[in-house]
């Protein structure tokens, strides 16, 4: 008798929250989950993140499986929490540990000053993201052209910085002192730039060392998996038991509850009139499972985005 236990009939929907390891980059992340979906004998499923996390980074990085995918771009979309070090008396050239030191200074600021300082940066600010990071300058990503030796203009950006706090202190054997801070951000934000302004704006340079990415949209590190759990699936353990469901993406929506009539409507992408709830975007249902994203105005609600998942009315 083959131990090899049956595909389910349609791809598995839902979340992974890895833990991703330092080194690891989000695209190999998601090839890992391929590797293990397919390993583990279950049907070919689409998979993508929901945000991209540097290698040099750990954390959070919320893995979407099959109707999950549809709610990447609302990962991208929200703000995130990380706790960062950062070093002073050295800038280097990525703004990490990485690159190479192209500024020193030798005034290591107080606590006090850092504590100070880092409140200036909380609200809507301009950015200029590092010259090593991935977006596009006149069609090529602005790391490659660093690499090449390129002298980069990268235009500044919006971004929103919802609160910035402090987390520890400490002294390098050497000497270097560096200050571990805690920070909500909008989209867009690079924790490199904000650790590389903080420290200009106390008067010296820096860079970070450590990043830790703990939350990302409704997702938090309580909810993630290791690296090595994450390979059980390769060895048979239950996908159930280590994933979240659809919905654990829309925590932050509130539920449109549908009877059966409505929900086939909406399967269909045909429009609901005379709905009571306020204006907004919903998570319209039929039980308990999703049906589809609804964004109802003025009391009529259309279809954002449907979920084709099973036990849904046909």
């Known amino acids: 008798m083959s131990s090899l236990k049956p595909a389910p009939p349609i791809p598995f929907s839902g979340w992974i929250i890895l833990d991703k390891p330092r080194g690891l980059g989000s695209t190999q992340a998601v090839a890992a ?4 979906l397919r390993e583990g004998g279950y049907a070919k499923t689409k998979v993508g993140h929901g945000g991209t996390l540097d290698p040099l980074a750990e954390g959070v990085l919320p893995i979407a499986l099959g109707e999950a995918t549809k709610l990447a771009g609302r990962m991208l979309d929200a703000s995130k929490i990380y706790e960062f070090t950062i070093k ?3 800038e280097t050239s990525t703004l990490d540990t990485e690159g190479e030191v192209v500024e020193r200074s030798n005034h290591i600021p107080d606590y006090a000053d850092v504590e100070q300082v880092m409140h200036s940066f909380e609200g809507e600010i301009e950015q200029v993201p590092p010259a090593y990071s991935a977006i596009k ?11 090449a030796g390129e002298e980069l203009e990268i235009p500044r950006r919006r971004v929103t910085i919802h609160e910035v706090t402090y987390v520890a202190e400490g002294e390098e054997p050497d000497g270097a002192r560096w200050a571990m801070l805690r920070a909500h951000v909008s989209k867009g934000t690079y924790i490199r730039s904000l650790a ?4 200009r704006e106390l008067g010296t340079v820096g860079h970070v060392t450590y990043l830790r990415r703990t939350k990302a949209g409704p997702f938090t590190e309580n909810q993630s ?3 090595d759990k994450l390979n ?3 060895s048979g353990a239950p996908l159930q038991d280590l994933t979240l469901p659809l919905e654990a993406g829309l925590d932050d929506i509130p539920a449109l509850n549908l009877d059966l009539e409505s929900a086939q409507a909406v399967r269909q992408g045909r429009v609901l009139s005379g709905m009571p709830q306020p204006s907004g975007l919903y998570c319209a249902t039929l039980d308990t499972v ?3 994203l609804m964004e109802i105005e003025d009391g009529t609600a259309k279809v954002v985005r449907g979920f084709n998942l099973p036990d849904v009315a046909k």
């Open 88 to 90: 002073f008396g050295e």
């Open 290 to 292: 999703p049906v589809a």
């Open 232 to 234: 059980e699936i390769a």
């Open 225 to 227: 998996i290791s690296l």
């Open 196 to 199: 590389r302004d903080i420290a």
């Open 137 to 147: 300058i006149d069609g090529k990503r602005a790391y490659a052209r660093a690499r």
């Open 33 to 36: 989950v391929k590797r293990n």
